[in-house]
């Protein structure tokens, strides 16, 4: 792996400075003329997720036929769908080819009676990544880096566990509900930690499902669930949880999901081991092929940019079309900020390369 893109990344990790410049994190097909190397097709859902085999045969695929540029480095996400602790604490998951979900069938009945959340090591989904965790470690050869899993926020995976009663039982079971968060924070760092001692003998850093690289543990903490609150209930039930996790891991990211968490951006923005801000906009236009595109060149998504960096934080733009890339840097400045997105193409990715470099990139 390119020390040089881990030297960039650790740089990311820095306190925000003055005349840093940015990050552009670019992929596209290896080759325009070439085709991509042969992969097979998953027989069914369990071969495409379950199936270990079948996943280092794709972080291979992903080796020969992806062109990480500029600051991309390979990562290999285990991914058994966001919020995966849920099934370690019993909840039913059911697989579909876009994702894993855990909150078809709430387990929680109420919260009449104290409940106890311990993970169970010998749940199907727990083995699996173990299992897929070493088998990928094992294969990189110190090519790719190796992730963590998409463990889940705390009260994303508690919402996994009640469903929406758990809305009501805020007002209703407040102690209950901040004990409920207690126990599966301390369960989540144990997790962590866990899972970190599979990767570490063999990676080159901590990742995980965003993709930057740090050679001291973190995660991006979340709470989707939070834009169905008010501030008041956020200061109540989430920012002690997000203050303990992320003092704990010793720097986070934390994952700002849509419009209506910006009511608690100054909260979020108060915590001192938050290094950074992935913000995802509302999806501005569905595509023929059923996907969106997102608009991180709106208004609001720069107003919110601004808020960040003014509050000394850095900022991580996953996903973010190529084309919207120019107006963002020249709206908000380049320091600090790590641009991340995928091209059609390997002469699309080399031109968009060589304008960062001209303009926006310090290295």
């Not at 207690?182 to 063999?202: M, T, W």
């Not at 200061?235 to 910006?262: N, R, T, W």
Request: proline share 6%; with cysteine.
């Amino acid at each position: 792996m390119d020390a040089e893109k881990l030297e960039r990344h650790q740089r990311f990790w820095q306190p925000l400075e003055k005349g840093e410049g940015g990050y552009l994190y670019v992929t596209s097909p290896m080759s325009d003329t070439e085709k991509p190397p042969f992969i097979r097709k998953p027989t069914d859902l369990e071969d495409y997720w379950l199936n270990t085999e079948y996943r280092v045969e794709r972080a291979e695929h992903t080796t020969a036929a992806v062109f990480h540029g500029q600051d991309a480095i390979q990562r290999e996400f285990v991914n058994l769908g966001p919020g995966v602790q849920a099934s370690f604490f019993g909840a039913p998951y059911e697989l579909n080819w876009d994702s894993v979900w855990f909150d078809r069938h709430p387990i929680i009945k109420d919260f009449s009676q104290p409940l106890s959340f311990k993970t169970d090591t010998d749940s199907k989904l727990y083995k699996v990544i173990d299992e897929q965790t070493d088998a990928l470690c094992k294969n990189s050869g110190g090519r790719y880096a190796v992730s963590v899993t998409d463990i889940g926020g705390t009260l994303d995976v508690l919402f996994s566990l009640r469903g929406q009663e758990l809305l009501m039982d805020l007002l209703d079971y407040p102690d209950e509900v901040l004990a409920a968060i207690n126990q599966i924070d301390d369960e989540f760092l144990k997790y962590y930690k866990h899972q970190s001692s599979i990767i570490e003998p063999y990676n080159l850093g901590y990742t995980t499902w965003i993709p930057l690289v740090h050679n001291k543990p973190w995660y991006p903490i979340q709470c989707d669930f939070s834009v169905m609150i008010s501030p008041a209930m956020f200061e109540e039930f989430v920012l002690p949880s997000l203050d303990k996790v992320s003092k704990a891991l010793g720097q986070a990211v934390y994952h700002l999901d849509g419009p209506e968490q910006i009511n608690h951006l100054d909260m979020i923005l108060s915590l001192p081991n938050i290094h950074a801000i992935q913000w995802v906009p509302l999806p501005d236009l569905k595509q023929p092929d059923g996907s969106f595109v997102y608009n991180f060149a709106s208004e609001q998504s720069i107003g919110v940019f601004k808020r960040i960096l003014a509050a000394g934080k850095k900022l991580y733009i996953m996903g973010i079309p190529a084309n919207q890339i120019e107006t963002v840097f020249n709206e908000i400045g380049s320091d600090g900020v790590f641009m991340h997105t995928d091209c059609g193409s390997r002469k699309q990715a080399d031109e968009l390369i060589e304008l960062c470099l001209k303009n926006w990139l310090k290295l």
